[in-house]
């Protein structure tokens, strides 16, 4: 069964990607029963029955099912991100932004006032600020290395 179409198991003796920064690679640290991350220095622990993997610095942990050649099923042990946080998170985004805009749209500036431009910028800023701060949430739950993994596709870029 092994090797079929390149498929792998997760076992203690391969290396695989790290489902948190797709950047590392994860492997099991001599001696003990952790798999480790060698770029963001996440710890995992493996369930080789089950096919799973327990991140093992963090509560609640996130948790992903090996399918033989990616991570898939990713979610937080115990926890369930309903469809309630995502809309909560579109209407974040969307709800300021139409306010501002119809308001705009319904009482436009007059034109040849030097700040007429100021109702159109500040609804795109209230866009981005509100989306930027989803984002920023995100990227806290997931705990995500932003600043490692865009230093890392920075020295990809440049030669050496
Ligand atoms: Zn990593």
Redesign the pocket.
């Known amino acids: 069964m092994q090797d079929f179409n390149n498929a792998r198991y997760l076992s203690d003796q391969e290396v695989y990607p790290?489902?948190?920064?797709?950047?590392?690679?994860?492997s099991t640290m001599p001696l003990m029963e952790v798999m480790a991350?060698?770029?963001?220095?996440?710890i995992f622990t493996a369930d080789y029955e089950n096919q799973q993997l327990q991140m093992a610095d963090r509560q609640p942990p996130l948790m992903w099912r090996w399918n033989g050649k990616s991570w898939s099923e990713r979610r937080l042990k115990d926890v369930e991100i309903g469809w309630g946080y995502t809309l909560g998170a579109i209407a974040f985004v969307v709800l300021p932004t139409t306010l501002i805009g119809i308001t705009v749209y319904a009482r436009p500036p007059v034109a040849s006032s030097p700040l007429s431009w100021f109702p159109v910028f500040w609804t795109g800023l209230t866009f981005v600020l509100h989306l930027g701060i989803i984002a920023q949430l995100v990227i806290e739950f997931l705990d995500f290395?932003l600043g490692a993994y865009l230093q890392q596709k920075l020295q990809n870029l440049l030669p050496r």
């Open positions: 790290c489902p948190i920064c797709a950047v590392g690679e994860i991350c060698q770029f963001c220095r996440h290395p």
